[in-house]
C-alpha cells in the first residue's frame, strides 16, 4: 500500500465496513504470492492495522538487527515457501517467553525466547510452518469477519480502529483489544499444522523433531506459575491431541530417510552468541517453573554450559522457595567449575553464601571474584562485603 492509498484509506475503511455480505462473507481463497488486496476491501483495512503494528514494533528499540541471524531464520522461511519469499518480513523480536506469530500483510514475528528454547533448526521450521500456514490461509481473515458477524457495529469499528489485527503482543502498545482476534478455532489451528507439516517436510527436515518439541512445551507449560496460559498455549490444541496427530502422520510418511535435516550444529552456531542475553531476558520473565525446565531441557543436550547454570541458580534464588537457596548455591558452584562462565556467578555465589549464613564461604565467593574481575564497577561494594564478613 502506497502512500497515495494511505491517504484515501479512512474514506475506504469507512465504507469496507458497510460492504455487501458479498463482499465480506463466504470462502477465503488462499493468498497467492504478491497479491495486496483492493484499496475498498474490509482485508485492506485490516492490512492497514496490522502495518500500523508492525511500524510501531519495528521502531520500538526490540527488534533484532544482527544481519546473519536474520538472514539464517529468513533462509529457513525462504526454504518453507519459497513463492512467499520475497512477501514476508522478518522482525526478530527481543522478548521473552514462546511465541511467533504473522500480520495478515506479511510480517512474521520470532521471540527471542522461542529462539532460546529450541535446539535445532528442524523445531524452529516446524513453528515457522505453522505460521506461514495462517499467513497463506488467510485465517486472520477469517477470523476478522467472523468477528464482524457476531458483534455489533460501533464494537466492531472500535477494535478495528484500536491498532489491532493482530498481534498477540504488548509492546506495540494499544493491543489490549486484539485479544479477540489472536486466537483461532481449533480446526483453523489443526488446519495450520497440517499444511506446516507437510511444508517442513518438503523443504527436507526431519518431522521426528515436531514430537520433541511439543514434549518440550507440555513440560514446560506444565510447570508454569502464571495462572492464565500463554497465548502460544492458549490459543493451540490440546498438545497431547496435538502430539499424536504428529505421530500419526510421521506414521503416515512410512521408513523416513537418513539424509533428512535435523540442523542441530548450524542452529547453535547462529544462536550461541545470543544465549547470555536472551537468558538475562528469561531470568527477569518471572515465570520461574516454566523457565527452569527450560534450562533443565537446554542442559540436557550441553551439560558443561556454564552459563545454564548461572542461569538456574539467578532463577532458584528469585524464586526463594523453601530449598532454594541451597539450591541455588549449588547451581553457581556448578557454574564456576566450567570454563566458560559468566564471572559474576562468583559474586552472585557470595551473596547465597552470606544469606545461607555460611560467611566464610561467602568471603571466598567474593575474593575469587575479585580476582576474575578486578576492575568490576562493584568492586568497591564487593571488597566492603568482605571487611564486614571477616
Same mark, same amino acid.
Given at each position: 500500500?502506497?502512500?497515495?492509498?494511505?491517504?484515501?484509506?479512512?474514506?475506504?475503511?469507512?465504507?469496507?465496513?458497510?460492504?455487501?455480505?458479498?463482499?465480506?462473507?463466504?470462502?477465503?481463497?488462499?493468498?497467492?504470492?504478491?497479491?495486496?488486496?483492493?484499496?475498498?476491501?474490509?482485508?485492506?483495512?485490516?492490512?492497514?492495522?496490522?502495518?500500523?503494528?508492525?511500524?510501531?514494533?519495528?521502531?520500538?528499540?526490540?527488534?533484532?538487527?544482527?544481519?546473519?541471524?536474520?538472514?539464517?531464520?529468513?533462509?529457513?522461511?525462504?526454504?518453507?515457501?519459497?513463492?512467499?519469499?520475497?512477501?514476508?518480513?522478518?522482525?526478530?523480536?527481543?522478548?521473552?517467553?514462546?511465541?511467533?506469530?504473522?500480520?495478515?500483510?506479511?510480517?512474521?514475528?520470532?521471540?527471542?525466547?522461542?529462539?532460546?528454547?529450541?535446539?535445532?533448526?528442524?523445531?524452529?521450521?516446524?513453528?515457522?510452518?505453522?505460521?506461514?500456514?495462517?499467513?497463506?490461509?488467510?485465517?486472520?481473515?477469517?477470523?476478522?469477519?467472523?468477528?464482524?458477524?457476531?458483534?455489533?457495529?460501533?464494537?466492531?469499528?472500535?477494535?478495528?480502529?484500536?491498532?489491532?489485527? /493482530?498481534?498477540?503482543?504488548?509492546? &506495540? #502498545?494499544? %493491543?489490549?483489544? =486484539?485479544?479477540?482476534?489472536?486466537?483461532?478455532? @481449533?480446526?483453523? *489451528?489443526?488446519?495450520?499444522?497440517?499444511?506446516?507439516?507437510?511444508?517442513?517436510?518438503?523443504?527436507?527436515?526431519?518431522?521426528?523433531?515436531?514430537?520433541?518439541?511439543?514434549?518440550?512445551?507440555?513440560?514446560?507449560?506444565?510447570?508454569?506459575?502464571?495462572?492464565?496460559?500463554?497465548?502460544?498455549?492458549?490459543?493451540?490444541?490440546?498438545?497431547?491431541?496435538?502430539?499424536?496427530?504428529?505421530?500419526?502422520?510421521?506414521?503416515?510418511?512410512?521408513?523416513?530417510?537418513?539424509?533428512?535435516?535435523?540442523?542441530?550444529?548450524?542452529?547453535?552456531?547462529?544462536?550461541?552468541?545470543?544465549?547470555?542475553?536472551?537468558?538475562?531476558?528469561?531470568?527477569?520473565?518471572?515465570?520461574?517453573?516454566?523457565?527452569?525446565?527450560?534450562?533443565?531441557?537446554? /542442559?540436557?543436550?550441553?551439560?558443561? &554450559? #556454564?552459563? %545454564?547454570?548461572? =542461569?538456574?541458580?539467578?532463577?532458584?534464588?528469585? @524464586?526463594?522457595? *523453601?530449598?532454594?537457596?541451597?539450591?541455588?548455591?549449588?547451581?553457581?558452584?556448578?557454574?564456576?567449575?566450567?570454563?566458560?562462565?559468566?564471572?559474576?556467578?562468583?559474586?552472585?555465589?557470595?551473596?547465597?553464601?552470606?544469606?545461607?549464613?555460611?560467611?566464610?564461604?561467602?568471603?571466598?565467593?567474593?575474593?575469587?571474584?575479585?580476582?576474575?574481575?578486578?576492575?568490576?564497577?562493584?568492586?568497591?561494594?564487593?571488597?566492603?562485603?568482605?571487611?564486614?564478613?571477616?
Amino acid at each position: 500500500m502506497n502512500e497515495k492509498q494511505r491517504h484515501r484509506f479512512l474514506p475506504a475503511l469507512a465504507a469496507a465496513f458497510a460492504l455487501s455480505a458479498c463482499v465480506t462473507t463466504g470462502e477465503v481463497e488462499p493468498l497467492a504470492p504478491g497479491e495486496k488486496p483492493a484499496i475498498d476491501t474490509d482485508e485492506a483495512g485490516l492490512w492497514l492495522q496490522s502495518e500500523k503494528a508492525e511500524k510501531a514494533i519495528r521502531e520500538s528499540g526490540r527488534v533484532v538487527t544482527d544481519p546473519e541471524l536474520n538472514a539464517y531464520v529468513k533462509d529457513i522461511v525462504c526454504k518453507l515457501e519459497p513463492e512467499y519469499c520475497k512477501d514476508i518480513r522478518l522482525y526478530i523480536v527481543n522478548t521473552p517467553g514462546m511465541n511467533a506469530f504473522m500480520s495478515p500483510s506479511g510480517a512474521m514475528f520470532v521471540w527471542t525466547g522461542t529462539l532460546l528454547r529450541f535446539e535445532n533448526e528442524a523445531q524452529l521450521a516446524h513453528l515457522l510452518g505453522h505460521e506461514l500456514a495462517h499467513y497463506r490461509l488467510r485465517h486472520r481473515l477469517k477470523k476478522w469477519r467472523e468477528m464482524r458477524a457476531t458483534s455489533d457495529g460501533l464494537a466492531f469499528f472500535t477494535v478495528a480502529t484500536a491498532g489491532v489485527g /493482530l498481534f498477540p503482543l504488548t509492546i &506495540a #502498545g494499544g %493491543l489490549a483489544a =486484539a485479544d479477540s482476534l489472536s486466537s483461532f478455532s @481449533r480446526e483453523t *489451528e489443526r488446519e495450520a499444522d497440517d499444511i506446516g507439516f507437510e511444508r517442513m517436510v518438503a523443504a527436507g527436515y526431519d518431522p521426528q523433531e515436531v514430537v520433541r518439541f511439543w514434549e518440550m512445551t507440555v513440560n514446560e507449560e506444565a510447570e508454569s506459575n502464571r495462572v492464565a496460559p500463554s497465548v502460544f498455549f492458549s490459543t493451540h490444541p490440546q498438545s497431547d491431541e496435538r502430539q499424536e496427530a504428529i505421530r500419526k502422520r510421521i506414521e503416515e510418511l512410512g521408513e523416513l530417510s537418513d539424509s533428512l535435516v535435523v540442523g542441530r550444529e548450524q542452529y547453535i552456531a547462529q544462536t550461541s552468541r545470543f544465549r547470555r542475553a536472551w537468558l538475562e531476558q528469561e531470568v527477569k520473565y518471572s515465570d520461574f517453573g516454566r523457565s527452569l525446565v527450560v534450562i533443565e531441557q537446554l /542442559l540436557e543436550k550441553d551439560p558443561e &554450559a #556454564g552459563d %545454564l547454570y548461572f =542461569a538456574k541458580g539467578e532463577i532458584l534464588w528469585r @524464586r526463594d522457595e *523453601e530449598g532454594d537457596l541451597e539450591s541455588a548455591a549449588d547451581a553457581y558452584a556448578e557454574a564456576v567449575s566450567r570454563v566458560d562462565y559468566p564471572l559474576q556467578a562468583h559474586r552472585s555465589l557470595g551473596l547465597v553464601f552470606w544469606e545461607l549464613e555460611r560467611k566464610g564461604e561467602a568471603a571466598s565467593a567474593f575474593e575469587t571474584y575479585l580476582a576474575v574481575s578486578p576492575d568490576a564497577d562493584d568492586h568497591l561494594i564487593i571488597r566492603s562485603y568482605i571487611d564486614q564478613l571477616k
